[in-house]
Every structure is written in C-alpha cells, then in structure tokens.
C-alpha cells in the first residue's frame, strides 16, 4: 500500500506544481516513514556538550566584521501563522512597539547596520504559501529594502499530509488547503536550491548566511559573530545559550559518541526513559536558540552531491487533518528541523552568546513583555533589556489568543520594570498608566473585572 501512497503523493506535488527537488526530498522521508524510523537519540549514544566559545570573549575589528557582513544574508523563517494565538496570518505582521510590527523592527535592524558598516547585508525571507502575499504587501513602504538581482522572498515546499491509517495522501473537500503542510524548518535549504536563490547569492559573491525565526527580535545582524564565523572556516555554527531550570524543553547540542559529530537533540527525539537527562541543566548546559550560521558554499556543494536532500533527521508530526477539530481523520505531517542540520557538515561548531540574542514570542506571555518597559526600543530596532525579566503568567482562557488579549490591554499594558512576577486569573482588563510592583498575583473574581486607571498593584 506504501508504494501507492508513495505514488499518489509524488502525483499530488506534480499537479500543484511543486519543485522536483522537493518531491524528492519528500519521497526520501516517506520512505525513512515507512521502515518505521523514530529519530530517537538516547543518551548512551551522545556526550554533553560542555567547552563552547564564548561571544564575550571573542575580539573582532571594525573592520573585519564589516567585511563579513558584506558577505552574509540575513534569512528569516517567516512561514508560521502563529496559530498557537489565534492568528492566521504571518506572525511576523503582529505590532510589538509603537505600532511598528517584527517586519519594521527587522527591517529597521538591517537598515541600520547597512548604514554603520556599509555591508549590502540582503534580507530574505522564507515564507510558506499561506505567509507571503502578506508579507510583501508589508514591505511595500521599504524601496530601498532589495539588494540588486535578489528578491525579498523565497516560498517554503509544501508537501501533502498523509492519512495515518496508510500514509495515502489526506483529502479533504470543506478545506482543500487542509490538504497540505509546510515541511518543517529543514526545508530552509532545499527551498533556497530549488528556487534559484542559493545561485543567485554566490554569484553576487555572498558567502554566509545568518538565519533566525522572524519572532526573534533578539537575533539581529551582528558583525562580530560574522568576523568570528568568517575566521573560523568552520562550514556551520549554531548560537546557543546557557540553560536555566526554565530552559528545560529547548532543544540542545550534543557529541555523538560514534563519532565526534555535533548534533542536536530535541524533545521528539529523546527516549522517555532519557527525559531526566535531557531536562537537566546541569547535564546539557546550553540550549539551541535556533539561530544558525552557514557556509553558502560548502551547503551548495553538499546540496548538488545529493540531489538536495540533505538527509536531516526525521520528525514525525501527528495531528489532525483539520487542526481545529479533532474528529477530522488523524495524519501524519512529515517535517525536519534547520537545526538538525549541524550533524550534516564535519567541523561544525557553536557559540555561546547572551539572551539577548534570544527573544522569541510564542505566547502572549512574552508579547506582553516585549510591549511594556522591561525593554526599552533603539533607534536601530533592537530591544535593550532595560530591568529584570519578571514571570508573566496570563489566564490562558481569556489571554491566549491575539485578539482577546488586545481588547483586555486595549489602554496599553502595565508598566513591569519593578515587577518580580506578574500573574493574571480570570477576565481582567487594564486601564492606563497601570503599574505593577513586586509580586502581583490577580485572583479570579467568577465576573469580568477592571484594573482602573493609574493603579498600582503589588507591593
């Protein structure tokens, strides 16, 4: 039956117009998920990665990091919807601070470096079929944005999801477009092949690229992490942080025993009888922020020696066809991650560089702290920690999605730089010029609630 799945699959992408080397790469993971492969890493198999380069501690001349950024692109996974808040749209079109979106603050962080260093420092982005139409409209006001001969943009695959029951590809009439997923963030380098930007960069004699999540606001171009990644010759390297107890869930870099190869391992890949070492801070002691480097060359040459399928790891991603009811036939979306790319080149490296270089936002937890005063906004559109990061804790029924979190800030959020928490319960909403001081916990009163104007709350 899989050979036909596999048949009807490859027909599928055809039709839609979908690029040979993507249904490739497909039809090596269909195959990897039929003979039943798991990706799981156990920690027998690998060695904590312990002695990292520190960012502090590396030295590079004005000059050397404006050479390299001369030679890097900026690349920004722009292709979730953010549907974890309620959105459908490209997270990325969110406001963060005075009304400007992640868009501005990233085109303004590269507008800015341009102007300081005087790199061409190109901006790309990767969108999927359902982000890009919005996203160029959202870079209309920014002419001077494309650099000669490259575009703003390249689309991620899209690959069909496959019925559970016997990996046949899943239809499903009401919603055509349920039909499809994107295949995860390893598809980053296919996609660049594919869609002729990979050539077009090293022909404009691009040779590294720097690529982060668009809701990272804190991953913006650096010139001293390009010196450091030019001097060293190494083809990838992969920025990580040092973990706390609240990092346990993020992914990490590790040694495989076998043979000295950096990889990474990420919760889907870890045995459950493992768990208690991958959650370990002190066992693994930096985790993976997605925030990669690589050599365009050296990704070129091993994308052509095979076919543009990579061979990342594979992750198996089991949902329903329609996300939004779970009664819908259950199916299987074949994805892999970018990060899992740093086991493919021998002579991968990391650095260790600091939480500021890690801001995502994949809740309105962390939207509220990038709006309120615990950061403060440059004129280059990098967010400065400003005051001491409190807990944000917001009733997931009434804050959760985009929509219900802005009617209850509606009048601006609460001022949290002298806040050591800041925890919500119930149907609260907030008036201006609210200030939260120590520990603030609002219990749920069974009605919704106000807090007034100029309150302030805590002690």
Same mark, same amino acid.
């Given at each position: 039956m899989?050979?036909?799945?596999l ?31 798991t ?5 027998? $198999?690998?060695?904590? %990665?312990?002695d990292?380069?520190? %960012? ?22 722009n ?11 490209? +997270? ?7 009304? +400007? ?9 590269v ?14 982005f ?21 650099v ?12 069909? +999801?496959?019925?559970a $029951? ?31 930007? %990979? ?23 650096? =010139? ?18 040092? &973990?706390?107890?609240?990092?346990? +869930? ?6 495989r ?44 040459d091993?994308l ?10 594979l ?7 329609d996300?939004?009811?779970s $009664? ?8 892999t ?24 936002v ?10 309120s005063?615990?950061?403060?906004l440059?004129?280059? =559109? ?14 997931? &029924? ?9 009617a ?11 806040a ?14 609210? &200030?939260?001081? =120590? ?21």
């Amino acid at each position: 039956m899989s050979d036909a799945g596999l048949a009807q699959a490859q027909e599928k992408m055809q039709r839609a117009g979908v690029d040979p080397v993507a249904i490739e790469v497909f039809s090596h993971y269909y195959r990897q998920l039929e003979e039943g492969a798991t990706g799981l890493i156990p920690e027998s $198999s690998i060695e904590p %990665l312990l002695d990292v380069p520190q %960012l502090a501690d590396v030295e590079i001349s004005d000059a050397d990091a404006a050479a390299a950024l001369d030679k890097t692109v900026v690349i920004k996974l722009n292709g979730g919807l953010g549907t974890s808040m309620g959105m459908d749209r490209a +997270k990325s079109l969110l406001p963060v601070r005075d009304g +400007k979106t992640f868009l501005d603050l990233i085109v303004q962080q590269v507008r800015s470096a341009r102007e300081a260093t005087g790199a061409r420092l190109p901006l790309l982005f990767m969108n999927s079929f359902r982000t890009q139409s919005d996203t160029l409209a959202a870079l209309e006001p920014y002419p001077d944005l494309p650099v000669e001969g490259l575009p703003l943009d390249f689309l991620q695959s899209k690959e069909p +999801k496959l019925l559970a $029951s016997d990996l046949t590809p899943a239809e499903w009439p009401a919603d055509p477009e349920l039909e499809w997923c994107p295949p995860g963030h390893g598809d980053l380098y296919p996609s660049l092949l594919a869609s002729g930007v %990979l050539d077009a960069l090293l022909e404009r004699g691009f040779r590294y690229a720097s690529v982060s999540n668009s809701d990272n606001l804190g991953a913006g171009p650096n =010139g001293t992490i390009a010196g450091w990644f030019a001097a060293s010759g190494a083809p990838y390297a992969a920025e990580v942080c040092t &973990r706390t107890a609240n990092d346990r +869930k993020g992914g990490h870099l590790a040694i495989r025993r076998s043979d000295g190869q950096l990889i990474l391992r990420d919760t889907a890949q870890t045995p459950a009888e493992d768990m208690h070492h991958f959650t370990d801070e002190h066992t693994h002691p930096y985790f993976h922020t997605n925030n990669l480097w690589f050599d365009l060359h050296v990704l070129a040459d091993v994308l052509r020696e095979r076919n543009g399928v990579l061979g990342l790891p594979l992750i198996k991603n089991v949902k329903t066809v329609d996300p939004s009811d779970s $009664s819908s036939p259950e199916v299987i979306q074949i994805e892999t991650a970018m990060g899992t790319a740093v086991e493919v080149f021998p002579g991968a490296t990391a650095i260790a560089v600091g939480r500021e270089r890690f801001l995502p936002v994949k809740t309105t937890n962390e939207l509220l702290l990038l709006r309120s005063d615990v950061y403060d906004l440059g004129e280059d =559109g990098r967010l400065v920690q400003a005051a001491d990061i409190p807990a944000v804790d917001l009733d997931s &029924r009434f804050f959760k999605r985009i929509g219900d979190f802005e009617a209850r800030f509606a009048d601006g959020v609460p001022s949290l730089r002298e806040a050591t928490s800041f925890s919500v319960a119930g149907d609260w909403t907030f008036g201006t010029g609210v &200030r939260a001081v =120590g520990e603030v916990a609002l219990d749920e009163t069974g009605t919704p609630d106000r807090v007034a104007d100029g309150t302030v709350l805590g002690s």
